[in-house]
């Protein structure tokens, strides 16, 4: 079995990167040439997952106003219109907490390789 290797392309931050190489190629996956295409269609595809999400709140909006003109119209009764715009309403908070949580978890992971990078910087001495 071929020893694994490290990646060692310098990275955007100027850090060595550190994945293992699989056996016969010279970089790991993400910093081989061959799957920029990949890479750029994992990208869109993260872009369009995001684009989703605000299309999502913009449909419920549309309901919500919709709801809203047909109540005025008198073409939905005041209680459905009433449960149903509860119903909404849970869903858009159910968007925001979703959203929020993402917030988060993407801070955090930004936090960690800030503070990897610092210690990588001192060179562990002041830890
Ligand atoms: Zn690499």
């Known amino acids: 079995m071929a020893e694994a290797h490290l990646c060692g392309v310098l990275r955007a931050n100027g850090e060595p990167c550190a994945k293992t190489v699989r056996n016969g190629a010279s970089t790991c996956w993400a910093h081989d040439p061959a799957n920029a295409e990949h890479r750029k269609q994992n990208a869109s595809i993260a872009a369009k997952a995001k684009a989703s999400k605000s299309f999502e709140v913009v449909q419920v909006k549309d309901i919500l106003m919709n709801l809203a ?4 119209a008198g073409k939905v009764d005041r209680g459905d219109a009433s449960v149903l715009s509860q119903i909404y309403g849970t869903v858009l908070r159910a968007f ?6 993402k917030e988060t978890e993407e801070y955090g992971e930004r936090i960690k390789a800030l503070e990897e990078a610092q210690k990588r910087r001192q060179g562990f001495s002041r830890v």
């Not at 003109?69 to 005025?72: E, I, K, P, S, V």
């Not at 925001?96 to 949580?101: A, L, P, T």
Request: charged share 60%.
């Open 69 to 72: 003109a047909d109540l005025r």
């Open 96 to 101: 925001e907490q979703e959203r929020r949580i």
